[in-house]
C-alpha cells in the first residue's frame, strides 16, 4: 500500500489592526445649555470610542454655534481633511442632521469618503454609509432633514416678521452705547458720552479717519475691544437707532442653505418704528451729519461703479503688515496705499504710498510691454509685493519674480499747469494786500 504523505504549514492567525474611530459633534445655539449639551456628547463619545477593544480613538470633532446648513464649520473641515489624509476609518456621529442639513453635500461628502473607505455610521438612524443600502436610506433621510431645516427657517422667518410688524426690535443684540437685555434697552453712560462726542467732531468738520484716531490715542475700544476705524464711526453716525427710533428688516436672509445676508433694496417691507427706546442723539444732529455724509460721498464719488474692481485691487501686498493697498483719490492725483495706513494712520503702519501713474508706469515695464494691458496684467501677475519704500517685487503667475525701483518726483515735476496758475493767483492775491497794507501805513504817518 502506497504512503500518503501530507505536508502542513505552520500558520499564524493574523492579527487584525483595530478600527481607526472618530466621532463628530454640532450644537447650533450658542447658548449655555446647549455649550454644556455639545460637552456631555463630546465625553460620551471619547468613553464610547475608547472602551472597544476593536477600536482606536482618534478625535471628537466639535463645532460650536453653527447650523447644519452652512459649510464652513471648521471642525468638520478638519474631519473631512483628515479622513482625506487616511488618518481615520470610521466616522460616529449622532443622527444626519448632526452632520448636515444640505442634501447634496452630504451625499457628496459622503460618497468621498466612500472611496477613500472611510464608514460613516448615523446612531438615531442606525445606518452605516458603506451598506448596501447606505446610500439610497442617506439619500431618502437627507431629503427629508433638508425640507424639514427649510420649514423650520420659513417659521421663524414669519414669525421674526410679525413682531417687526408689531414694532418689536427683534435680533438686536449689541449696540455701543446702549445695554441690551431681557428688560429691554437702557443707555450707557460713558459710551453715549462718546457717541455724542463722534457727532460733534463730524459736524464741527473733523473726518471719520481723524475722529477715529483721536479716539484711540485716548484709549478708547470699540464694544468688542477693537481699535476704532473709520468704518466703526462711520457705522455710528449712519444708524438712526441713537435718535431713539428704529427702522426694521434694514437686511434679509438670501435662504436658508447659504444663510447670505443682503441689504434690503425694496426687496421686502421695511417698519419705522418711532421713540422705541432712549434717546442719544437729537433728530436735529442726526440730520445734521446725514447732510454731511451726503455731501461727502458726492464729492467723493468715484469715477467708476461702486461694484467695479480695479486691475491693481487685491494685488497689492504691504510688507509691513500683510494688508492689501487701496485706491484714494483727491483732486489732485490718484494714488494706492496700505488699507492699514488709511484706516489707523502711519503709526500702525509706515507704507509709503505709490502714485497710480508710477505703478502704471513700472508694471507695463515689468511686462515687458508697450502699453499697459489689463488682460495681460491679470494673466501674468499673481501679485506684487512692497518689500520697502520706492521697492516693488512682481510675482509672476509662472513663478518668476521681478524686482525693480522707481524714483518720487520732484515737486516742480509734480506740479500740474492748474496748480502753478493757483499758486500764481494766491502770490498776486498775497502781493496785492502787502501793498495796500504798506500804502495804509504811509498815510498814518502822513
Known amino acids: 500500500m502506497a504512503r500518503t504523505i501530507h505536508t502542513r504549514m505552520p500558520t499564524i492567525p493574523a492579527i487584525q489592526p483595530r478600527k481607526r474611530v472618530a466621532a463628530y459633534a454640532r450644537v447650533s445655539i450658542e447658548k449655555e445649555t446647549m455649550i454644556e449639551s455639545l460637552a456631555a456628547q463630546v465625553g460620551y463619545y471619547r468613553t464610547h470610542i475608547q472602551r472597544n477593544p476593536e477600536w482606536q480613538y482618534v478625535c471628537v470633532y466639535a463645532d460650536e454655534g453653527i447650523t447644519g446648513t452652512k459649510s464652513d464649520r471648521p471642525e468638520f473641515r478638519r474631519l473631512i481633511a483628515d479622513c482625506n489624509a487616511g488618518l481615520i476609518d470610521m466616522v460616529i456621529t449622532k443622527s444626519l442632521s448632526r452632520f448636515s442639513r444640505n442634501t447634496l453635500d452630504t451625499l457628496n461628502i459622503l460618497r468621498e469618503l466612500k472611496e477613500r473607505g472611510v464608514d460613516v455610521f448615523f446612531e438615531r438612524e442606525n445606518i452605516h454609509s458603506l451598506s448596501g443600502d447606505g446610500e439610497l436610506m442617506l439619500s431618502i433621510l437627507s431629503s427629508f432633514s433638508q425640507e424639514e431645516s427649510r420649514s423650520v427657517s420659513e417659521n421663524c422667518k414669519w414669525r421674526i416678521r410679525k413682531q417687526m410688524e408689531q414694532g ?12 441690551i437685555g431681557r428688560d429691554g434697552i437702557s443707555v450707557e453712560p460713558r459710551q453715549a458720552e462718546i457717541v455724542k462726542q463722534i457727532y460733534q467732531w463730524y459736524i464741527s468738520g473733523e473726518s471719520s479717519i481723524v475722529i477715529a484716531r483721536k479716539l484711540n490715542a485716548r484709549g478708547e475700544t470699540t464694544l468688542n475691544y477693537a481699535a476704532w476705524s473709520p468704518k466703526h464711526v462711520r457705522e455710528i453716525l449712519t444708524n438712526e437707532k441713537y435718535t431713539g427710533n428704529a427702522l426694521l428688516q434694514k437686511t434679509y436672509v438670501v435662504d436658508y442653505l447659504s444663510k ?74 490718484v494714488y494706492w496705499h496700505c488699507s492699514t495706513y488709511l484706516e489707523h494712520g502711519k503709526a500702525a503702519c509706515p507704507a509709503k504710498q505709490i502714485p497710480e501713474e508710477t505703478l502704471l508706469r513700472i508694471t507695463t515695464e515689468a511686462l515687458g510691454i508697450e502699453n499697459f494691458g489689463e488682460q495681460a496684467f491679470l494673466e501674468l501677475i499673481d501679485h506684487i509685493e512692497v518689500p520697502a519704500a520706492n521697492r516693488l517685487r512682481f510675482i ?3 513663478g518668476r519674480i521681478h524686482d525693480c525701483e522707481w524714483k518720487d518726483r520732484s515737486r516742480a515735476e509734480s506740479w500740474t499747469e492748474e496748480m502753478k496758475q493757483a499758486a500764481r493767483a494766491k502770490s498776486l492775491q498775497l502781493l496785492e494786500a502787502q501793498r495796500f497794507g504798506s500804502s495804509e501805513e504811509t498815510g498814518n504817518k502822513d
Open 168 to 179: 418689536e426690535l427683534v435680533g438686536l443684540r449689541a449696540m455701543y452705547g446702549y445695554i
Open 260 to 333: 447670505t445676508k443682503k441689504r434690503n433694496r425694496g426687496k421686502l417691507p421695511t417698519f419705522y418704528v418711532e421713540q422705541s427706546h432712549e434717546t442719544i442723539i437729537d433728530m436735529g444732529t442726526f440730520k445734521k451729519a446725514q447732510a454731511i455724509l451726503a455731501h461727502a460721498g458726492e464729492r467723493n464719488k468715484p469715477t467708476r461703479p461702486a461694484n467695479a474692481r480695479y486691475p491693481f485691487t487685491g494685488k497689492i501686498v504691504c510688507g509691513n503688515c500683510g494688508k492689501h493697498y487701496q485706491r484714494k483719490t483727491t483732486k489732485e492725483r
Open 396 to 398: 509672476f503667475t509662472d
